[in-house]
């Protein structure tokens, strides 16, 4: 959809909203269609059970399902297109997708729906034994989830030469050491693209290893990288096939690269009554005749909060809008773009991409090899104090924006593409102004290097 | 406004994302404006420091503060509104106020406040000892504070004599008794307006209470009724001047009758460094000059998630379009509807209203005191039994929406008023269906009672 059409689009929203009010008095204030009805229209309507294949021309929606509560969350929608497993769907009857805030709610809620779990598995277990954990390049939302539950968690340390990715071994060593000294592991977050480097923890191996702990729930959080599952291409280096084998819980936003505005977490669990015999609380002000029989999903119960917004719509008009192919297309041109900017780091002697690109994402940083011509040795002190440098000339101008980030003690810059209208011409002006600072930055520590001796 | 100034400002609005995407390519990638800017802009214009008196005509926004990430979440619009004290307002510098996702969500952060800030002053607590307090009115918010957290909730008994509220004597037994089993209180959720019956909790003998108890955080919620602060004559029956004095944190949600779209729930604190302490996790990649300077807020170590939504700029459409008399005018309208409903149920004899109507809220159940002549006696079952057919017959109608609420074993129903469009006209349609209801379901309860002696 170009700018003309978003603007007669959203004229005709404004209409409709303009006709809903002043017709509501019309209206009757109870819904007038029975929880379930949605379901029942689509799987009718095969055209507009899953996601378009291609675009729609226009944005239309035969059936507004704003009235429905029970409409909310629809997981099909996302997790068809990602590839997921049926055992992760609503349809499942067992499993099922739901719409959270943020990835680090999400992680909160499954931390609450494993320590639930093994509590009533173990009722002699104490709180202060048990244990979450995450690794060094795990994003801090598994340190907030410890933060808010009370909880410890254990950061297991990763290494450079497995790209930071949390190896089987690392982890069966630590639960090992851990289980021995009385702790109680309940819950590991594992990455598909962590935020620092792109690194996508090694599932199978993870997997493997929890066979022999089947109380330690593995939540897969791919908040950002999660997408990249809607291209088969992609579904192999994401790890696809072990998220549907492994993972007791899988986390992605669509609101990171995936097109739709703030907030569209997605989560998609194994087993749907974790999460309920986790945070049911239903008061009989809220008891409805459906919700006694279990038609209605009460999403409610699904999340920390009780009430929550209808974010599923606009899921669906993204979807809609774009088609899967569409969706595809735009994860596919990051990628390309990304890999284009990689082949212009490559030809630049004194920058060094740290781990190889993932996804849409490159982790670089000044490495003076070819230039370098000191008494002084490039130290990662020295190093660090350069890219420091590098990066505050970046961050002083207006016109790009860079994020930093450290991998195991190194200084890096991050480059990642993702936003819907990015272009060849835009990583080509991107790639002048890194370049520009870049060359002065290596000049001014050469300057530095020369005149004190080592002391940059 | 009107539905026809909506339809203008909204093409408007329209045509402003068009023009922004028209010239997204000229504009800088990074903000022109430093952190604490909009503040400064505040309060050199006196007359945009606090919300507008009086409705603005058409709807203008001279600073659009959305560039700038700590703009969010301003405290002064809603809090100076309702007539909260300066400790509590981010000027304070020690105090300060937030929006929260949900009422809910705002009581899980203070539980995670109060319990860190317990445990850093009780080393040697242990989470099965801590107990949350609530009241057997207090919203299901408090039991999923505990489930969420895996801490225990005592929830206290109060009285139909009390109107439903906590004394402070009844908190008194129960705190010595926990206390005395070794039971570690640190919070109490208290509530100005319960969901059942707008109870309003005795704050000022609870705050005499924990003078005692110097570890207990008292968090007030009047997610409901909070709004009619806004009124000065209100603030007596809604205790501001209590919760000014003993409130640790206070929450109020404008989503629910503050006019604002869900959502919109405000939390206030004492001291906001009982947040940061609880939930605060900077990571290297997040990092900036003004965060470490201290001179940001940085909104996502105030609550559980780590993303959050720029949701004060529609509190401020809001409070510009109406004016703050334009919001109480809306506030007293609802009391006063609701207190002509009671007049009403007043005249009719064979309904009781069971506490005295609340704010906008009146609850009631039918007593055939009048009509009843029979020979089996009303007993509360027979009352709970009639009161069911009546709620049943009235849901199962279109026209009409109430909500069913148990007290101390009394089920009753509950009329709300709340919506911007509600008139005399439509309580006198309300009880008109109510009356036709009520006079079929006591007529039903005649039939069945005569025939089968008793037994409904």
Same mark, same amino acid.
């Given at each position: 959809m170009d700018i003309e059409g978003f603007r007669k689009a959203g004229y005709q929203a404004i209409d409709r909203i303009c006709d809903y009010y002043y017709s509501l008095q019309k /209206?009757?204030?109870?819904?007038?269609?029975?929880? $379930?009805?949605?379901?029942?229209v689509y799987h009718t309507r095969l055209d507009a059970l899953a996601a378009p294949q291609r675009e729609q021309s226009g944005i239309q929606l035969d059936e507004q399902p704003s009235m429905h509560r029970a409409g909310d969350g629809r997981d $099909?929608?996302?997790g068809e297109t990602l $590839?997921? +497993?049926?055992h992760f769907m609503n349809s499942s009857a067992e499993g099922g997708g739901v719409i959270q805030t943020t990835a680090s709610e999400a992680c909160i809620v499954v931390c609450v729906a494993a320590r639930s779990l093994y509590m009533r598995q173990h009722p002699d277990a104490k709180l202060e034994e048990l244990v979450i954990y995450t690794t060094s390049q795990t994003h801090s939302l598994g340190v907030k989830a410890g933060l808010v539950l009370g909880? *410890?968690?254990r950061i297991i340390d990763v290494k450079a030469e497995d790209d930071f990715a949390l190896r089987g071994e690392? /982890? #069966?060593t630590t639960l090992e050491t851990d289980v021995g000294k009385g702790k109680r592991p309940f819950i590991i977050i594992a990455t598909v693209g962590t935020t620092s480097s792109g690194a996508v923890d090694r599932l199978g191996e993870i997997g493997e290893v929890l066979k022999e702990y089947p109380s330690v729930w593995l939540h897969v959080d791919a908040a950002w990288a999660g997408v990249t599952m809607a291209c088969p291409e992609y579904r192999g280096t994401a790890r696809l096939e072990d998220i549907n084998k492994f993972a007791t819980s899988f986390g992605t936003n669509f609101h990171k690269w995936g097109l739709i505005n703030f907030d569209a977490s997605m989560l998609w669990v194994r087993n749907r009554k974790h999460l309920t015999d986790a945070l049911d609380v239903t008061p009989e002000i809220l008891r409805s005749q459906q919700h006694i029989a279990g038609v209605v999903i009460d999403y409610r119960n699904w999340h920390l909060g009780l009430g929550r917004r209808f974010r599923s719509l606009k899921v669906w008009f993204v979807l809609r809008s774009y088609g899967v192919e569409g969706f595809r297309k735009h994860i596919r *041109? +990051? =990628?390309?773009?990304? *890999?284009?900017?990689?082949?212009?780091? #490559?030809d630049f002697p004194d920058i060094s991409i740290v781990t190889p690109p993932s996804f849409a994402l490159t982790v670089f940083r000044l490495v003076p090899c070819g230039s370098w011509d000191h008494s002084a040795p490039i130290t990662e002190e020295l190093l660090n104090m350069l890219n420091r440098a590098f990066y505050a000339r970046l961050s002083a #101008?207006? %016109? =790009? /924006? /860079?994020?930093q980030t450290v991998l195991n003690g190194m200084f890096c810059v991050r480059f990642a593409v993702g936003a819907t209208r990015t272009t060849v011409e835009h990583i080509d002006i991107a790639w002048e102004i890194i370049k520009e600072e870049a060359l002065i930055a290596l000049k %001014?520590? *050469?300057l530095k290097v020369d005149s004190s001796q080592g002391v940059i």
């Amino acid at each position: 959809m170009d700018i003309e059409g978003f603007r007669k689009a959203g004229y005709q929203a404004i209409d409709r909203i303009c006709d809903y009010y002043y017709s509501l008095q019309k /209206l009757p204030v109870v819904a007038q269609v029975q929880p $379930g009805y949605l379901a029942k229209v689509y799987h009718t309507r095969l055209d507009a059970l899953a996601a378009p294949q291609r675009e729609q021309s226009g944005i239309q929606l035969d059936e507004q399902p704003s009235m429905h509560r029970a409409g909310d969350g629809r997981d $099909g929608l996302g997790g068809e297109t990602l $590839g997921l +497993g049926d055992h992760f769907m609503n349809s499942s009857a067992e499993g099922g997708g739901v719409i959270q805030t943020t990835a680090s709610e999400a992680c909160i809620v499954v931390c609450v729906a494993a320590r639930s779990l093994y509590m009533r598995q173990h009722p002699d277990a104490k709180l202060e034994e048990l244990v979450i954990y995450t690794t060094s390049q795990t994003h801090s939302l598994g340190v907030k989830a410890g933060l808010v539950l009370g909880l *410890e968690v254990r950061i297991i340390d990763v290494k450079a030469e497995d790209d930071f990715a949390l190896r089987g071994e690392a /982890l #069966r060593t630590t639960l090992e050491t851990d289980v021995g000294k009385g702790k109680r592991p309940f819950i590991i977050i594992a990455t598909v693209g962590t935020t620092s480097s792109g690194a996508v923890d090694r599932l199978g191996e993870i997997g493997e290893v929890l066979k022999e702990y089947p109380s330690v729930w593995l939540h897969v959080d791919a908040a950002w990288a999660g997408v990249t599952m809607a291209c088969p291409e992609y579904r192999g280096t994401a790890r696809l096939e072990d998220i549907n084998k492994f993972a007791t819980s899988f986390g992605t936003n669509f609101h990171k690269w995936g097109l739709i505005n703030f907030d569209a977490s997605m989560l998609w669990v194994r087993n749907r009554k974790h999460l309920t015999d986790a945070l049911d609380v239903t008061p009989e002000i809220l008891r409805s005749q459906q919700h006694i029989a279990g038609v209605v999903i009460d999403y409610r119960n699904w999340h920390l909060g009780l009430g929550r917004r209808f974010r599923s719509l606009k899921v669906w008009f993204v979807l809609r809008s774009y088609g899967v192919e569409g969706f595809r297309k735009h994860i596919r *041109e +990051g =990628i390309a773009l990304n *890999e284009y900017f990689a082949s212009l780091l #490559r030809d630049f002697p004194d920058i060094s991409i740290v781990t190889p690109p993932s996804f849409a994402l490159t982790v670089f940083r000044l490495v003076p090899c070819g230039s370098w011509d000191h008494s002084a040795p490039i130290t990662e002190e020295l190093l660090n104090m350069l890219n420091r440098a590098f990066y505050a000339r970046l961050s002083a #101008r207006s %016109d =790009i /924006l /860079l994020t930093q980030t450290v991998l195991n003690g190194m200084f890096c810059v991050r480059f990642a593409v993702g936003a819907t209208r990015t272009t060849v011409e835009h990583i080509d002006i991107a790639w002048e102004i890194i370049k520009e600072e870049a060359l002065i930055a290596l000049k %001014d520590s *050469e300057l530095k290097v020369d005149s004190s001796q080592g002391v940059i």
